[in-house]
């Protein structure tokens, strides 16, 4: 059964299509998590494979585990020295006036009792950078194909909202909510050096096929 969520294997690492709803790391809203799960994912090793980094919870699809302690260390790295590249896809709740571009808006943290925490543009704020092109357009939405240079919480999302103005549907922090977030991690690729490089893609999920976006060309 779980061999179903296995995009790419070897003797260090593991990718997994990730699916929406379930939090990479347990925290106060999200009990349960991947580390639930994550003895399935041993295959005849004894340690448990780590995550080497994070998907939001309502995130899809290609997620790195490390399948011991010093291939965790060195994939830490490889995101350190930007050898890794990651392509989202997202269905936004408009259309943005141009065709493709560079958002270069710098984060940081907010947090208020009512509101809870959330990421906003602070010129102070960490460097974030994504380029971004439209690849399709259906019913007043657009498919958009994101490829972060920086990897901030929340980036992309907050990036659609604030960079583009028009956040992605479903984003029940930075857009109106309705529905499930469409925003999907579609492919992976990290360099090794001496080895082939660890690289996966993620079919679209149901969440997008449900919302009629299931056959769009990337």
Known sequence: MWEKYVL?????AIVIDKPAGLAVHPGARTPESLEDYLH???????????PVHRLDRDTSGCLLLARNPKAHKRFQRAFEEKRVSKTYVAVLDGVPTETE????????KVSSAEKGWRMVHDPNGRPAITHWRVADVRGGRAVIVFTPETG????????????????????PVYGAGKGPMLLHALSFHMERPGKNPVEATAPLPPTFVNAGFGDVQL
């Open 8 to 12: 790419f294997i070897d003797a260090e």
């Open 40 to 50: 399935h994912f041993r295959f005849g090793f004894e340690r448990l494979p780590l």
């Open 101 to 108: 571009g560079t958002i270069d808006l710098p984060l940081g």
């Open 152 to 171: 901030r919480t929340h980036q992309l999302r907050v990036h659609a909202a604030e960079g583009l103005g028009i956040p992605i549907s479903g984003d």
